[in-house]
């Protein structure tokens, strides 16, 4: 099992990851960067340990409880990863910053829930998902700030 949430994490990630690069180096590279923007290598590197991170979290309620037992804790998992390639599509694919801003708000919000889901059966499940949360907090940062940067251009 915990090859199939790594396997789901890392699959949503290709998706994302796709998306992505089809802007980074035309689109993305165009608009004007807030002053805390990390070097574009950077995001490649910390994605990857969250997707491990999640992939573990969602593991180990799993193994604690089961599919029937956490049944509503793993349907928030999936849906807060669904909602996290859906940001890379508005941001990256769809060029559409100010849509995915409002969407990344859903999507801390579907984190939160997932953790606060995840507490009661584990709470190293609880804690590998808080960096994620950090992480996205900080890309909603960015998200703002890319698009009041750019508003009149995109």
Request: charged letters at 5%.
């Amino acid at each position: 099992m915990l090859l199939f949430f790594t396997a789901t994490c890392f699959g949503a990630a290709a998706v994302g990851s796709a998306w992505t690069t089809s802007s980074v180096n035309t689109w993305y590279a165009q608009l004007r960067k807030p002053a805390l923007n990390p070097p574009s290598w950077i995001f490649g590197w910390v994605w990857s340990v969250l997707y491990l991170f999640m992939a573990t979290s969602a593991w180990l309620v799993w193994r604690t409880a089961g599919w029937s037992t956490a049944k509503y804790a793993l349907v928030l998992f999936f849906a807060q990863l669904g909602l996290n390639v859906a940001w890379s599509g508005l941001f990256f694919r769809l060029h559409f910053p100010g849509a995915a801003l409002i969407e990344i708000f859903l999507l801390l919000a579907a984190i939160a829930a997932t953790a606060i889901a995840f507490l009661p059966f584990s709470s190293a499940a609880f804690w590998l998902m808080v960096p994620y949360a950090a992480w996205v907090s900080f890309a909603s940062y960015l998200n703002f700030q890319l698009w009041r940067l750019n508003l009149g251009s995109i």
